[in-house]
Every structure is written in structure tokens, then in C-alpha cells.
């Protein structure tokens, strides 16, 4: 039996089963509505398991389910080594969010990478602690930067209202979602030319430590049929 | 895999080789204050050190490596000239499985020594290389300020200087910048829009213009970087000889002796290598006064420089394969000590061995 895992509620939720409906793949609620189980028909040998979006990730690498739907971002940020853990089956075509670094609209002279990279150096000098960057996705956000090759630089967290920290002088940049830079712009705040740390939306991802024995291979293979993958 | 008591007694043996060469043991604590390798590192250390909260003291990290406390340890009050060696684990973490061990012995030898540098790199050098000799190890050398001092006598700004300088040690954007300042990059299109706009109005109206300014940075540090971007659009690309220098140094690779003689060419061309080339002719004269056969070292100008940050000068590698990490690195950081010590700093030199990879290798006896 292969265990799916899907966001329990939400618009993700909603999106997730018109997708697997599109393909005639049904994802049903059974029993009541705050109950966190489902199950699925039009496919053979497939179990529904609600979860939170944020802990699919951890679901999947841990090897509890066999596939699960989520989003890129929280994969790349919660589980290291990623890739070596699950497989990218499928990407959904809905919950895109951007994940970039932003600055005040007022730095007339930054406009890239290399700009918030000089501008460190100098803040870093003038202010006596390396530039701030606020944000919930340290993994991704270090890991960018590093590749890049800005320094002297300082992630401090902020697991909300990430764009007001700057006007409140607890940051001086910030590395946030964003879907339309509405929220962005409103706060003051411009998106670097090449500050997109990743384009993110909701992918079926496969666990590579659950169990695969030859019934759940068939099932799967099965499903990617059924799903056109 | 050698057990640990096997592993504990091979770095003991090692610390009794470095006692026998006149340092003093020391200790350092396991917690370390996370602020001071924050602050030399940056924050890709934390995606290489455990970090853990104290509820008293704040962010602490288990020791990546003795040296920085070492160094504070001598500069609270060590006399000089001091020799230092300890035996200790320490702790790397890792986001790859099994690709690296995340808890490992670490003997090492440091030695803070004013008088003669050549012969402070030569002494570290070759009481490591005895320690190991048994094993057979392929050695390897390098010097990163022969690299600082072909920037520094780039004949551009200091500004210019500067930006290469803090990129030394990051090879991606260390050629970019290079490549920008000797006009060999197609000038980012980007770049160009933006010198237009800043040379349309003054820093303050465009400020003004852009919205309210928001947080720390304040409209005199961004008026005094839309100046030096423009100063810096005016500039002349590095002469095109010069940045070939600087890559041929980047990719020198040969015997020590081989390697010197060609940096005496380079210095012919850029009299500002003349006194790294002598210190390398004296480090040589230095080698081979202890006993090192200069001739079979290998010499790699660039050595060590995306792995061993804080290394300023010689720097050192002993080698069993590609497959292994190396036994033994070590080098000069006389920078860090400058750091360290907020403006007093002492030339320093060190060098670390993994007994783990010693004992796998088969051990000194």
C-alpha cells in the first residue's frame, strides 16, 4: 500500500485534489470534516494521509509515506541533502512563490548581488556588525549567498511580518516570499535584479527511504500511469 | 576504522613529538562564544559548525578548531616567542551522508613568533612533516600572499584593491571582479543603467525619488557609494599583462623550486612580488636548513584557498589520496591574530594533524 501524503487544508489542499482529479484521481475527506483521513479512488492501492504542508517534508525523508505533495521551498529548506532523500516526480503548476532578497526602494545604488555585496562591506565598517538579512529560509538563503559570494553578511530570523523588520531597523535587507511584490513595494522595499533565490511551487515528490517492496512499485507505477508522469 | 583508544594514542604520540619540539600543552573549552567565529567567518560557519544556545551565555558552538582560542589564550597574556600544541576533538557538521566525519581527534602545533618568519614556517613545517614522515604522505605548499601582493601591486584604485582583497578567498566572485576591473566581462547591462541614473541628478533627490528611506543605512552611506560608483566608471581597466600575472599565479603549479624560479619571472614584470619571492627563496633556504628535501615538495600558488579561510601566508597540506581529506594542513595567519587582538597582532604559524586518518593509514609505529 503506498501512503500519499497531502496538505490537510488550505488552498493547497483544494488545488492538490483538482489536480489528481484532472487525471481522474479522486482525493476524498472521509468521516467527518476535522478528521485527518481520506481516501483515494480511481487507482488501486493508494492511501490518503492529511498532513500539514509543513511536515510533509519531514514525513517524506524520513520514509513514513511514500509520496507527498508540498512545496519546493519547504523541501530545500527543511531537509538537508535533499536530493539524496527523495525524488522530484512532478511539478503541480500551482503555489508558486518566489523567494527573493529584497532592499529598500531608496538604496538608488543597489541593484544586484554584487551592489548588496559592496554595500556589506561598507555597512559592515561603518556600523560595526555584518548587514542584517531577515528571513525564515536560512538554508536556502545561505547556501544562495555562498554560491554567489556575498560575505559579511548576518541572517536573523523572522518567522513573520518578515517585510516590516527593515523599517523597524532590526534588519537592514530582507529574504522573504512573495507572489506578486505587492506586499513588497507597499513596505518600501525593491526585489535585487538577480536576488531570486528560488521559484518555488507544489511538487509530488517520492520518498526514497519508505518501503518499496514489489506491490508498492507496481502501485506506483500504476498511479504515474494513471497521473501521466 | 581504528578504534578510538588506537586513534587517542596515535595523537598522543604526536603531542609528545610537538612537546619534544618545545611547546606547552594547553586546553580550550569544547562551548565555544559563537560571536568572535561569527565574526571571522561569517555565517557560512554555521552551516559548518554545531551551534547551541546557552541559556546564560547565549550562542555557543562546539570548537570547530583550536586556533582561535588558542590565540585568545596567547594574546590575554602569553609570553613570546611561544610554542602551543593540544589534542582534542572537534566538531565539523555535515549535510551530506557519510561524505565526512563530524567528530574528530585534532593534534596540533602553533608557534607565535616575532623575530624570523621563514624560519617560524620552516620549523612548523618541518615538525609536522617529521611527526608523519613514516607514512609517506605527498606534502604540499602554497602561499597566499604571493596572490595579496600581486593585488596589491595592481596599478588601480585602492578601492579596486580593496574589493579583490576581501575576495581572495572566494574564487567565483574573486574572478568576476577581476574580470570587471580588467574590462574583459561584457559590461553588465545592469551596471550601465544604473551609473546613467546616478549621473542624471544628485544622490539626495534620487533618494528622495526612490521613496522614504527606510532602516539603518543612511542617505549619506548611499550618497558616498553613488560618488564611488561613479569615480569607479571613470576608471581604466587593469592593464590587460597585469591581470595575466595575477592568473598565471593563480594557476602555478609545480616543484618548490621549479615554482620559484617562475615567480621570479612574474616579479621581473611586477616589481610588487619581489619581496613574496624573496620570502619564498628565504622560506626555501629555511626548509633545507631543517633537514626538508625542497626539491620533491610540490608548490600550488592557489593552495588552500577555498578551505583554509583565515590562512594569510605559507600555507601547508599533507596528502595520502584524493579520497582521503588531508593528514595534516596547516599555514601562517598572521591576520587573524590582528582581528583577534583588536589591533595588537602577532605573526603566527600552526599546523593541525587528524590522528583518526594517521591510525587509518596504518599509525607512526
Not at chain 1, 19 to 30: C, E, I, P
Not at chain 2, 2 to 11: S, V, Y
Request: negative net charge.
Amino acid at each position: 500500500m503506498i501512503r500519499l501524503g497531502v496538505p490537510s487544508k488550505g488552498r493547497l489542499m483544494e488545488q492538490t485534489a483538482d489536480w489528481f482529479a484532472a487525471r481522474g484521481v479522486s482525493l476524498r475527506r472521509t468521516g467527518a470534516e476535522r478528521e485527518y483521513a481520506g481516501e483515494v479512488a480511481g487507482v488501486a492501492g493508494v492511501e490518503l494521509v492529511l498532513l500539514s504542508a509543513g511536515e510533509i517534508p519531514r514525513e517524506l525523508a524520513a520514509g513514513r509515506i511514500h509520496l507527498g505533495v508540498t512545496g519546493m521551498d519547504v523541501v530545500r529548506e527543511q531537509v538537508p541533502d535533499w536530493a539524496g532523500r527523495m525524488e522530484e516526480f512532478a511539478r503541480l503548476g500551482y503555489g508558486h512563490a518566489d523567494l527573493v532578497i529584497a532592499v529598500p526602494a531608496a538604496w538608488v545604488d543597489v541593484e544586484t548581488l554584487d551592489d548588496l555585496d559592496a554595500v556589506a562591506a561598507a555597512f559592515r565598517a561603518a556600523h560595526g556588525h555584518r548587514l542584517r538579512i531577515a528571513t525564515k529560509y536560512h538554508r536556502l538563503v545561505r547556501d544562495f549567498l555562498r554560491a554567489e559570494g556575498v560575505a559579511d553578511y548576518q541572517l536573523v530570523d523572522s518567522q513573520g511580518a518578515t517585510e516590516g523588520t527593515v523599517k523597524n531597523a532590526t534588519a537592514e535587507a530582507i529574504a522573504d516570499i512573495t507572489s506578486s511584490g505587492a506586499t513588497l513595494r507597499a513596505n518600501h522595499l525593491k526585489v535585487l535584479a538577480d536576488g531570486l533565490v528560488l521559484a518555488s511551487e507544489a511538487a509530488l515528490f517520492g520518498a526514497r527511504d519508505a518501503e518499496w517492496g514489489a506491490d508498492e512499485r507496481a502501485q506506483l507505477d500504476a498511479l504515474r500511469v494513471k497521473l501521466g508522469l | 576504522m581504528a578504534d578510538k583508544p588506537a586513534i587517542r594514542a596515535e595523537g598522543q604520540r604526536l603531542l609528545d613529538a610537538f612537546r619534544a619540539a618545545g611547546a606547552v600543552p594547553v586546553e580550550a573549552d569544547i562551548l565555544q562564544p559563537a560571536e568572535a567565529l561569527l565574526d571571522l567567518y561569517g555565517e557560512d560557519i554555521r552551516a559548518r559548525a554545531y551551534v547551541t544556545a546557552d541559556p546564560l551565555r547565549g550562542e555557543m558552538m562546539l570548537r570547530p578548531d583550536f586556533t582561535v582560542p588558542v590565540v585568545q589564550m596567547h594574546m590575554a597574556g602569553g609570553a613570546e616567542p611561544a610554542r602551543y600544541a593540544y589534542l582534542g576533538e572537534v566538531f565539523r557538521r555535515q549535510e551530506r551522508p557519510g561524505a565526512r566525519a563530524s567528530e574528530y581527534l585534532q593534534a596540533g602545533f602553533e608557534l607565535f613568533d616575532r623575530a624570523d618568519p621563514p624560519a617560524a614556517d620552516a620549523e612548523v613545517f618541518a615538525c609536522i612533516h617529521a611527526a608523519l614522515a613514516p607514512l609517506g604522505l605527498r606534502a604540499v605548499t602554497g602561499d597566499i600572499g604571493i596572490l595579496a601582493d600581486a593585488v596589491r601591486g595592481l596599478s588601480t584604485t585602492e578601492r579596486r584593491k580593496a574589493a579583490l582583497m576581501r575576495h581572495i578567498w572566494r574564487p567565483g566572485r574573486f574572478r568576476r571582479l577581476l574580470d570587471r576591473f580588467g574590462g574583459r566581462a561584457a559590461p553588465d547591462p545592469r551596471r550601465a543603467a544604473l551609473i546613467e541614473r546616478l549621473a542624471a541628478d544628485t544622490p539626495e533627490a534620487l533618494i528622495a525619488a526612490a521613496g522614504p528611506l527606510i532602516g539603518k543605512r543612511a542617505a549619506n552611506e548611499i550618497a558616498a557609494r553613488c560618488t564611488a560608483l561613479l569615480e569607479d566608471a571613470a576608471e581604466p581597466a587593469i592593464p590587460a599583462p597585469e591581470v595575466e600575472t595575477v592568473e598565471a599565479i593563480l594557476a602555478l603549479r609545480a616543484k618548490a623550486p621549479a615554482a620559484l624560479e617562475a615567480l621570479r619571472g612574474h616579479a621581473a614584470a611586477m616589481p610588487a612580488l619581489a619581496p613574496a619571492v624573496a620570502r619564498l627563496a628565504a622560506r626555501h633556504a629555511a626548509l633545507a636548513a631543517r633537514g626538508v628535501d625542497v626539491a620533491a615538495l610540490d608548490f600550488e600558488a592557489a593552495y588552500g584557498r577555498t578551505t583554509m579561510e583565515y590562512y594569510d601566508g605559507f600555507v601547508f597540506g599533507l596528502l595520502a589520496g584524493d579520497d582521503m581529506p588531508p593528514v595534516a594542513t596547516g599555514g601562517r595567519y598572521d591576520a587573524l591574530t590582528a582581528v583577534l587582538g583588536q589591533g595588537r597582532a602577532i605573526p603566527a604559524v600552526g599546523g593541525v594533524i587528524r590522528p583518526g586518518l594517521v591510525a587509518a593509514l596504518g599509525g607512526l609505529r
